[in-house]
């Protein structure tokens, strides 16, 4: 009874949810460039990220009872077609610019899931590349490579854990609506080679429904990245009493200098055409995407 009562009201929230963001509009604010400009990231992002708002901690608590059929179901809402995912160019910019152990982070607001997650970013990968880049860093003939190279000579390139678990992604991560590349900073041949070989022994890992770092043996995107990569000392956030890893809080760090990775590249999609933008343009974005969050 307790279970199909929690799952009554987190079916209720979530139609809810269906009805709100539906109705957001299709194209964020204009960002005041001049003025973000004028001042440095950690000024810019001082304020952000408050996380203690939000739905009460009654609702989450319900809603967490039943997240492992919440989170796919807000996956299966759909609004509209991403962004990005018939822009040929902006997949060209975004290909011409990776390199493996690449984090890529994504905006996607087609579907229920990218609207009601916090903040700008909402999911995060890792590009491991092609057979090339993967036969450059010796990995391709590695018996953990090996059974993956038809996926990967169907064209995917990168390794995501989002669905039912790690798997590998291609043209679909390009259903988006923007995306930023960062790159670790430092990593020698030998490190990216481990890295790369670490990403492929998590495919088949259970995706983390509940968003909790250190739960058993499922991972959620950014927490993928923290196991392969600890060397970066991603920020972790209490959320309603979980320790999570914000896709935005890794792109503040990023550009704040407290984590170790370089801006690349930023894509802010709208409809039928595309920005390839800074990382100023980037950071309004995120700030105007966190209620109460704008530099004075």
């Keep these: 009874m307790k279970i199909r009562a929690c799952r009554a009201v987190a079916g209720a929230i979530l139609g809810a949810a269906v009805t709100l963001a539906g109705c957001s509009g299709p194209d964020p604010t204009p960002i005041d460039l001049a003025t973000l400009r004028s001042a440095s990231f950690t000024q810019i992002f001082e304020n952000c990220c408050d996380v203690t708002g939000g739905i009460p901690q009654w609702v989450y608590d319900y809603i967490e009872v039943s997240s492992i059929w919440v989170v796919p179901a807000t996956r299966d809402v759909v609004f509209r077609e991403a962004f990005?995912?018939?822009?040929?160019?902006?997949?060209?910019?975004?290909?011409?610019?990776?390199?493996p152990i690449d984090v890529v982070l994504i905006r996607n607001e087609s579907r229920l899931s990218g609207r009601t997650s916090d903040g700008w970013f909402s999911h995060s990968a890792v590009y491991v590349g092609g057979e090339a880049e993967l036969r450059d860093l010796g990995v391709w003939d590695d018996p953990i490579v090996t059974p993956y190279h038809s996926e990967i000579q169907s064209g995917k390139f990168a390794i995501e854990s989002v669905g039912d678990d790690v798997s590998l992604a291609g043209g679909h991560l390009f259903e988006a609506d923007s995306m930023v590349v960062l790159r670790p900073q430092s990593l020698t041949r030998a490190r990216k080679r481990?890295?790369?070989l670490d990403l492929f022994s998590n495919i088949g890992v259970p995706f983390d429904y509940y968003f909790r770092m250190n739960n058993?043996?499922?991972?959620?995107?950014?927490?993928?990245?923290?196991l392969v990569m600890p060397e970066l000392d991603l920020p972790i956030q209490i959320v309603k009493g979980h320790d999570v890893i914000l896709p935005d809080e890794v792109v503040i760090a990023a550009l704040t200098g407290t984590v170790p990775m370089d801006f690349v590249t930023y894509i802010d999609g709208r409809r039928d055409l595309h920005t390839v933008s800074d990382a100023y343009h980037m950071a309004g974005r995120i700030v105007d995407s966190w209620p109460n969050s704008r530099p004075d």
């Design 84 to 99: 990005l995912i018939h822009n040929e160019a902006a997949q060209a910019h975004i290909l011409s610019e990776v390199q």
């Design 194 to 196: 481990q890295v790369v």
């Design 216 to 226: 058993g043996p499922a991972l959620f995107c950014t927490e993928l990245i923290d």
